[in-house]
């Protein structure tokens, strides 16, 4: 979905501000994993028709994640054992927010990763420095969840 609201530049001429919005879908087979969500961030971008402006990617759960990486096994891999280090799934009886659920260190892990990004869209591509790309982590998966995609430019 594609709005346009009206600004002034400072010449006093009219320009057009675009604002697109769309929710990806996910559902993850594993509790835990890491899916690069760069393919479907640059479509949205396409789709927009933004030249210049920033992309915002957030996730809408508190126990998923949106952080920038590189996409190299083997980093994931490091994540999944430091995030397990930090925050381990078990015990369930450790965590005080587990009266009934068994998700609190999906929380933490969430916390440590982060809950959205934000790339400068610069002739309609993102503006990545090197190996830079986008990743949805999920930490309490195996149900459907989503991310927002939120671009505002021109």
Not at 57 to 71: G, K, Q, R, Y
């Given at each position: 979905?594609?709005?346009?609201?009206?600004?002034?530049?400072?010449a006093?001429?009219?320009q057009?501000?675009k604002?697109y919005?769309?929710?990806?879908?996910?559902n993850t087979?594993?509790?835990?994993e890491?899916?690069?969500?760069?393919?479907?961030?640059?479509a949205?971008?396409?789709?927009s028709?933004?030249?210049?402006?920033?992309?915002?990617?957030?996730?809408?759960?508190?126990?998923?994640?949106?952080?920038?990486?590189?996409?190299?096994s083997?980093?994931?891999q490091?994540?999944e054992?430091?995030?397990?280090?930090l925050?381990?799934?078990?015990?369930?009886?450790?965590?005080?927010?587990n009266?009934?659920e068994?998700?609190?260190d999906?929380?933490?892990?969430?916390?440590?990763m982060?809950?959205?990004?934000?790339?400068?869209?610069?002739d309609?591509?993102?503006?990545f420095g090197?190996?830079?790309?986008?990743?949805?982590?999920?930490?309490?998966?195996?149900?459907?969840?989503?991310v927002?995609?939120k671009?505002?430019?021109?």
């Open positions: 979905m594609v709005f346009f609201d009206e600004k002034q530049t400072a006093g001429k009219r057009l501000m604002s919005r769309k929710e990806l879908w996910f087979r594993n509790r835990r890491f899916i690069n969500i760069t393919p479907e961030v640059e949205c971008l396409k789709e028709g933004i030249k210049e402006g920033f992309v915002l990617c957030n996730a809408m759960h508190i126990t998923a994640s949106v952080f920038i990486n590189d996409d190299e083997g980093l994931h490091d994540f054992t430091w995030l397990e280090r925050a381990p799934e078990r015990p369930y009886s450790q965590y005080r927010h009266n009934g068994d998700n609190a999906a929380h933490l892990k969430r916390t440590i982060g809950r959205e990004v934000v790339v400068a869209v610069t309609g591509k993102l503006d090197p190996w830079e790309q986008i990743f949805y982590g999920e930490f309490d998966g195996r149900r459907k969840k989503r927002l995609v671009i505002i430019g021109e």
